[in-house]
């Protein structure tokens, strides 16, 4: 896809694409975020699907932890990633003794380093989220898959 056409195609995406919930926008903000930190040496950047999920854990965990913001359109349903997240709170919790929030970004390395397992499996199931039911729905707006942004 020219870089042109990318840049208009994306932009078109997050105008016009059906916001039901929170995750096509997180996901849009997080490939921009890893965008904008990368050092691109080609014409094509790379964005792994882990370092996506990685954002969005950080995105649910801040507005979780201090805010417990309720997400999506059914009330009663809380949406897959904000559980994961929850349950990543819970155990983090657990394991400080402490009600005390947190950002993510004062305790990713604690996470990643002491609460290894617990953190790894948040990010598996983040990650399973994001490919079967935000990426691919994403890039879809009036019927039309503009997946052709992800080449």
């Not at 996901?27 to 999920?53: F, H, M, N, R």
């Not at 994001?130 to 898959?145: H, M, P, Q, Y």
């Amino acid at each position: 896809m020219e870089k042109n056409n990318f840049y208009y195609t994306f932009k078109k995406i997050i105008r016009e694409c059906n916001v039901t919930n929170t995750y096509k926008m997180a996901w849009a903000k997080a490939i921009v975020e890893i965008a904008c930190e990368s050092t691109p040496t080609q014409e094509v950047t790379t964005i792994y699907l882990k370092d996506i999920a990685e954002k969005m854990m950080k995105y649910y965990w801040n507005q979780t932890i201090f805010f417990n913001l309720v997400q999506g359109s059914n009330l009663q349903e809380t949406p897959l990633i904000v559980q994961h997240v929850k349950e990543l709170i819970k155990k983090y919790y657990d394991s400080r003794e402490t009600k005390k929030p947190e950002r993510f970004e004062r305790i990713e390395e604690y996470l990643k380093s002491n609460m290894e397992k617990e953190y790894a499996q948040c990010l598996i199931q983040v990650t399973k989220t994001l490919k079967a039911d935000v990426s691919w729905r994403f890039t879809v707006i009036r019927g039309e898959n503009n997946n052709g942004i992800y080449q």
